[in-house]
């Protein structure tokens, strides 16, 4: 693959595999098309090869930019989307702009280029709670929140571009994903950032929600391996293979940080909160992906990026961070 259009890629995970393709295939350029919203941020993409990568800002709603964008592309990998859970539960509309909308926009531009591949970044919480066990990819879609229903009905109109145009739509299902650069809205940098600052860490509920946490890198690659090496028309789980309930999360950053736990703050729990996500990745694995970050090591270089780039996370955190934050948790 010559050219990849990587939608999203000055956000957290599409970063991560803009500098993963830049690095793993020197024969490879990429544009990243972002809107540059609220969590996308240029200093993510700082320090590339401008002979290899050129930052394109535009909004995958918008058929123009999105046409400018992918005219001569190989491949475009999705990553553009709205995806905090909890935002979506305070107003949907931006969520149903991006993760439909803008979806069925590149498909027609994926269609209309004639691309070798589109690749749909969707997460494992389209399968909705599960208390037992691991969803498969060909288990029923059962998305219980506004962020995970407006996630699978991107993925609906991928099936369905593939099935009625012959769209070659491959898409990843990954878990809950953590490292450097992650927006600090999400519970990790959260929690980090604020026990460096010696604030409380909002723990919703009981604290015994499960998630199955995958390094950042890995989910990166995982992706690169369903777009090179997936099926058109299949669905690929990316599983971390790191299920931890919140509580043992938080204990872990506390212990990183090197703070007790009378930071922790019990408070009222998100409605409808899923309570544990689990897949299983053996479809992924027999096209050779497996995750290489062991746990404690992928927190120990998450929390140590964290300590070390201030200057990344403190304008994030006193910008429109803050109103949001204060809507969120100031009445919980
Ligand atoms: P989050 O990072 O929002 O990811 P997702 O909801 O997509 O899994 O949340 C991860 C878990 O952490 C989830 O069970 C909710 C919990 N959580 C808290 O306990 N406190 C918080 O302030 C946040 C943001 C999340």
């Known amino acids: 693959m010559k050219k990849i259009v990587v939608t999203g890629g000055a956000g957290f995970i599409g970063s991560a595999f803009v500098r993963f393709q830049l690095e793993r295939y020197p024969g490879t350029k ?13 200093a993510n993409l700082e320090g590339l090869d401008p002979e290899r990568h050129r930052f394109v800002q535009g909004d995958i709603a918008d058929p123009e930019a999105v046409r400018t964008a992918v005219e001569g592309a190989d491949a475009i990998v999705n990553f553009a989307a709205e995806s ?37 970044v969707s997460t494992d919480e389209v399968y909705g709670s599960i208390d037992e066990g691991a969803f498969r990819e060909g288990d029923p879609l059962s998305p219980r929140n506004p962020y995970s229903a407006s ?19 491959v898409i990843t299902r990954g878990s809950n ?39 950042v890198d890995d989910h990166a690659a995982g992706i690169d391996c369903a777009l ?54 053996s479809k992924l694995n027999a096209l050779g992906w497996r995750p290489q970050m062991p746990w404690d090591d992928g927190m120990a270089r998450a929390v140590q990026w964290y300590q070390e780039n201030e200057a990344w996370w403190r304008p994030i955190k006193s910008g429109e961070y803050r109103a949001y934050y204060d809507a969120q948790y100031g009445a919980r």
Do not use: C
Request: aromatic share 10%.
């Open 30 to 42: 990429v544009v990243t098309l972002d809107a540059l919203a609220y969590s996308g941020n240029p």
């Open 228 to 281: 090179r090496q997936g099926v058109p028309g299949e669905i690929y789980n990316i599983a971390g293979g790191n299920e931890r309930t919140n509580i043992e999360l938080t204990r872990k950053i506390l212990a990183l940080t090197g703070r007790d736990e009378s930071l922790v703050k019990p408070v009222t729990d998100r409605p409808g909160h899923d309570r544990r996500y689990s897949i299983d990745a």
């Open 151 to 169: 996630k699978a009905g991107g993925e609906l109109f991928a099936r369905a571009h593939f099935e009625t145009f012959g769209v070659p739509v």
């Open 84 to 120: 905090h859970v909890d935002r979506s539960l305070m107003g949907a509309e931006a969520f149903i702009r991006t993760n439909i909308t803008g979806v069925e926009v590149l498909l027609r531009a994926a269609r209309e280029f004639g691309v070798q591949r589109y690749l749909q």
């Open 177 to 215: 994903t953590y490292g450097p650069r992650q927006y600090p809205e999400k519970v990790l940098p959260l929690f980090v950032t604020n026990a460096i600052d010696g604030l409380p860490l909002p723990l919703y509920g009981d604290g015994l929600n499960v998630r199955d946490w995958l390094y």
